[in-house]
T-cell receptor, first 117, second 114 residues
Framework: DAGVIQSPRHEVTEMGQEVTLRCKPI?????LFWYRQTMMRGLELLIY????????DSGMPEDRFSAKMPNASFSTLKIQPSEPRDSAVYFC???????????????FGEGSRLTVL | AQTVTQSQPEMSVQEAETVTLSCTYD???????LFWYKQPPSRQMILVIR??????QNATENRFSVNFQKAAKSFSLKISDSQLGDTAMYFC???????????FGKGTKLSVKP
């Protein structure tokens, strides 16, 4: 079974440009998460969806960041305009709700390394 | 709000020896889950082990085991017979079953030396 698929794996762009990161969760999972990893701040939750609906976007840094999940098999994280401080690794993860114990472990993609010059 | 603290930014261990990574957390909830994830240089986040708070028995996965002290809010990871492939960042994470997200500690960088 395929895992969480993210693209691109690496992105280098110039300040001011629009960046779109993509994620395909594991089939059957009803939760999708976007995390950002930096040396200074570690792993931070940006936003997560349940059944394609955004549940908590309090971690989204500012209006330059937006995320969508148009269907159960696809999500995007967009940064417009990008800034050098957005340079980080962005992870997408998915999980599923089990009636016995709720949600559990997250399954991560390989991450998208973004460099904004 | 829940917090997760890993007090050891870096550790090293000789191959074949045992090492313990520390993690403490803060929560007022009684039902929750704890995880250790491994992130090797390849960047992939890999689940190492999980523990349900309602279980008294400590979880074990081959060479990996935890020491879960609920009252002390402590969740340490023991790696026995360390191997070179264990070299990685290790993250402790906390989650509530009623919510989807996990809260991660800052990580411990483990180096296994030959």
């Amino acid at each position: 079974d395929a895992g969480v698929i993210q693209s691109p794996r690496h992105e280098v762009t110039e300040m001011g440009q629009e960046v779109t990161l993509r994620c395909k969760p594991i089939s059957g999972h009803d939760y999708l998460f976007w995390y950002r990893q930096t040396m200074m701040r570690g792993l931070e939750l940006l936003i997560y969806f349940n059944n394609n609906v955004p549940i908590d976007d309090s971690g989204m840094p500012e209006d330059r960041f937006s995320a969508k999940m148009p269907n159960a098999s696809f999500s995007t994280l967009k940064i417009q305009p990008s800034e050098p401080r957005d340079s980080a690794v962005y992870f997408c993860a998915s999980s599923y709700f089990n009636r016995g114990y709720g949600t559990g472990e997250l399954f991560f993609g390989e991450g998208s390394r973004l460099t904004v010059l | 709000a829940q917090t997760v603290t890993q007090s050891q930014p870096e550790m090293s261990v000789q191959e074949a020896e045992t090492v313990t990574l520390s993690c403490t957390y803060d929560t007022s909830e009684s039902n929750y889950y704890l995880f250790w994830y491994k992130q090797p240089p390849s960047r992939q986040m890999i689940l190492v082990i999980r523990q349900e708070a309602y279980k008294q028995q400590n979880a074990t996965e081959n060479r990996f085991s935890v020491n879960f002290q609920k009252a002390a809010k402590s969740f340490s990871l023991k790696i026995s017979d360390s191997q070179l492939g264990d070299t990685a960042m290790y993250f402790c994470a906390f989650g509530l079953g009623s919510q989807g997200n996990l809260i991660f500690g800052k990580g411990t960088k483990l180096s296994v030396k030959p």
